[in-house]
């Protein structure tokens, strides 16, 4: 069972959305991975929790979660959520 919403954005896609609804630019900054986790673990993220985190991060970039079904619709009786509606959706 695929549960998604109707579309599967890109990292990029992402931050184009942010920046249209932000009114300015927002860049999208590719980091090397290892730093990445060093970064993260200096945060005191576990290292396996960073890792975890790098490898789903590094799965989508690659297409990975790119499929979209309408089940979740269906299921919800609306349409899911888009990235833009969460982007400007009031902070709470």
């Given amino acids: 069972m695929t549960l998604t919403a109707g579309a599967a954005p890109t990292f990029a896609d992402v931050a184009a959305t942010a920046?249209?609804?932000a009114?300015?630019?927002?860049?999208?900054?590719?980091?090397?991975?290892?730093?990445?986790?060093a970064g993260?673990?200096?945060?005191?993220?576990?290292?396996?929790v960073a890792r975890f985190m790098l490898g789903m991060?590094?799965?989508?970039e690659q297409g990975f979660f790119a499929g979209v079904?309408?089940?979740?619709?269906?299921l919800?009786?609306?349409?899911?959520?888009?990235?833009?509606?969460?982007?400007a959706a009031p902070a709470r």
């Fill in 19 to 21: 920046a249209e609804v």
């Fill in 23 to 37: 009114g300015r630019p927002v860049e999208r900054v590719l980091v090397d991975p290892e730093e990445w986790v």
């Fill in 40 to 48: 993260q673990v200096a945060g005191g993220t576990p290292e396996f």
């Fill in 57 to 60: 991060y590094s799965a989508a």
């Fill in 69 to 74: 079904d309408p089940l979740l619709g269906e």
């Fill in 76 to 87: 919800l009786g609306r349409e899911p959520r888009t990235v833009r509606d969460l982007l």
